[in-house]
């Protein structure tokens, strides 16, 4: 167990709706990225959040958007889905300083129809 | 564009003999290397790092072998153990740009034979 969270597991969802993806860091790490998991590919760096503050941001479509709260959980919003958005959506975690490696969460399995 | 390339997408092994992962880079940019394992409906675990001023670092029966000038580094997993049996990834990131996120490969599927 790393110590990350992701909620939900899995979401069906349709073309064209907008859901909600959750993530609660490792105790402790103000850090938090998302990567994108699609079919026989590595992960996709979407975008990094440090206490609060976006710190990088990789290949993330417009209709995609995150955002770290105050207690330092990270949600990320996806809209206007379409088939294409299916993959299995990461979390990570880790303390922001260079040469830490990072915590994944066991990831939400998205599935748009 | 895969700046990270894994161009072995699964491996078979004898249990007890060695596990050699490969793993190439574009970016020159890179000072920094990981391997994770990841099973079935888990995210992925980290293994091993390696920073560029290095170009060997063993944590038990893992060692990662960097060789900059080709822009290669591999994973040796000795012995293999059927419990190694997952998919490994190669990622890299470039700190010294302040960046800290991770750029992976398509991962390798390594299968420990018993």
């Known amino acids: 167990d790393s110590g990350v969270t992701q909620t939900p597991k899995h979401l069906i969802t349709a073309t064209g709706q907008r859901v909600t993806l959750r993530c609660s860091p490792r105790s402790g790490d103000l850090s938090v990225y998302w990567y994108q998991q699609s079919l026989d590919q590595g992960l996709q760096f979407l975008i990094q959040y440090y206490n609060g503050e976006e710190r990088a941001k990789g290949n993330i479509l417009e209709r995609f958007s995150a955002q770290q709260f105050p207690d330092l959980h990270s949600e990320l919003n996806l809209s206007s889905l379409e088939l294409g958005d299916s993959a299995l959506y990461f979390c990570?975690?880790?303390?922001?300083?260079?040469?830490?490696?990072?915590?994944f969460g066991p990831g939400t399995r998205l599935t748009v129809l | 564009d895969q700046q990270v390339k894994q161009n072995s997408p699964s491996l078979s092994v004898q249990e007890g003999r060695i596990s050699i992962l490969n793993c190439d880079y574009t970016?020159?940019?890179?000072?920094?290397f990981l391997w994770y394992k990841k099973y079935p409906a888990e995210g992925p675990t980290f293994l091993i790092s390696?920073?560029?001023?290095?170009d060997k670092n063993e944590d038990g029966r893992f060692t990662v072998f960097l060789n900059k000038s080709a822009k290669h580094l591999s994973l040796h997993i000795v012995p293999s153990q059927p419990g190694d049996s997952a998919v490994y990834f190669c990622?890299?990131?470039?700190?010294?740009?302040?960046?800290?996120?991770?750029?992976f490969g398509t991962g390798t599927r390594l299968t420990v034979i018993p």
């Open positions: 390696i920073s560029s001023i290095k």
């Open positions: 990570a975690s880790n303390g922001g300083t260079p040469y830490n490696e990072q915590f």
């Open positions: 970016n020159s940019m890179f000072d920094y």
């Open positions: 990622a890299a990131s470039s700190l010294s740009t302040g960046a800290n996120n991770l750029f």
